[in-house]
């Protein structure tokens, strides 16, 4: 079985078989202690059966894996995947930031290892980043921007219907979806969501695009949320 090298930035971690790798706040490649956003524990790399896993630890956040072939992979809290592709980078958002984490070589399936989990201490507890609470309209409306991304993880998050035929697939105005899509992206960027209020460069598109963004990989919403909506 061969080895995984997995890179951050400009650091190397190789992990040999037998090997168990956390990344996170506090984990062996520790990426940012001073962001309170980040489990101490974000993910953990394994081998099982000569092949090697990803496991995603946190309580809250998707991990997404892009593939050298561009195919891309969510895993949401307590998911775990094989790594099936030769290179590919693993990206995540810890409250504001991103962080990417790069590898090298390869895996095949799924198995649960034991959940790795923040312990009680108060000065590491992990804060949640960008969650508002969300009557049923703001949920429609999020789930039915989001639903081809939520339904195929390999559609992107730039895939958006537009908001006049979500509009019509809600029974609202136009005028109604636009008011309430100004709404939420006026909460949560008052929230510390970057790129949803006219910032430069944000076009209206990019905002809808990192809106959906966010509300998946935060897990506002989910398959659960799709499944109430009437029919496209």
Known sequence: MSELHIFFIDELTVAAPGDVVTFGRSGDIELDEANQYM????????????????????????L??????????RLPPEAVSAITEPTGVLRFDAGPSTYELGWTLPGQ????PPVV?????????????????????????????????????TVSTSDLPANASVAHRLGWSAKKLDRKLDYLCARLSAEGVRGLRGE??????????????HAISSGMIGHADVETLPAG
Do not use: C, Y
């Open 117 to 153: 989990d923040d312990d009680g201490d108060v000065s590491m507890a992990t804060s949640q980043f960008g969650i508002v609470p969300l009557n049923d309209e703001q949920r429609m409306l999020l789930a039915a921007l989001a639903e081809r991304s939520i339904l195929d993880s």
């Open 64 to 73: 997404t894996l892009v593939g050298n072939t561009g195919r891309l992979t």
């Open 109 to 112: 399936e799924p198995l649960m």
């Open 39 to 62: 489990h101490r524990i974000v993910g953990t790399f394994f081998d099982q059966d000569n092949v090697w896993w990803l496991a995603n630890k946190s309580r809250h956040g998707n």
């Open 200 to 213: 430069k460069g944000f076009e209206a598109i990019d905002r809808r695009s990192r809106l959906v963004e």
